[in-house]
């Protein structure tokens, strides 16, 4: 997946609020309802403290600011601390924070330093997107196409395929698709160009990719919804018009909210 940048995050509430209302049209249930009902768990003035880290590329601008909205929009107390890396740490600690937040360039984790449960964002967002997907209500069968098998595709599928929905999947990466084959069932389908398969069309669709316009309209059937992570986004505004398709896209806030609910 990309690594967000500042724009990604500008208006992360006004981002949350609009994707919260898309989920509830898909699902009949907002972003807290679907976390709620499928992790089992509800915030209980849970304490959570973000530790801003430096390694890598560094710390993104707005990032530790935008896990502070979400984790309140969500019901946790939260707060960022004032040092960042292992200082960071001792100080959230020290602050009575239960929950730690952190991010470097190549894991997001929440650690609950009471239970001792702690999750990573990838798949963590991979599981929430497809569970969001597999609860839409103008379904018209259980048939799903996966695009992008990685870090955070391949955990959704996996759930898709656990839920018992048939799954055909794509990665532009052979190696990936073949290990989607052999460890899940996947069928293997390429959505720009099917070989012989051009009329099959999909109203579940689940993308995972750091790709623009992975999804043609030749797979999009009526009452289309495409939930993805994936940044920039998997289909055009015009495209995404003129099918009428239901677009569950956020950058950040789903899937850190479902690493919280999953470690409480």
Known sequence: MALLTPEDLENIN??????DSTVRRVTGLDIKGICKDFYGTTPCCEK???????????????????????AGYFGFDSFITDMPDVSGYYEAVKNGARIILMADDNTFLAHNLKNGKIANNQPCTGIIYAEIASRYLKADSKEVLAVGLGKVGFPGAAHLVQKGFKVYGYDADRTLLEKSVS????????????????????????????CADTIPESVISENCVISTPGIPCAISKELQKKCGVELVMEPLGIGTASMLYSVL
């Open 14 to 19: 006004k981002q949350l609020q609009e994707a």
């Open 48 to 70: 959570v403290g973000i530790v801003p880290v430096t390694s890598g590329n560094g710390i993104i601008g707005s990032f530790s600011e935008s896990l502070n909205a979400i």
């Open 183 to 210: 460890s899940l069932g996947i069928i293997p389908f390429n959505p720009v160009s099917p070989e012989g398969d051009r009329q099959r069309k999909f109203s579940i669709i689940f993308e995972a990719t750091p």
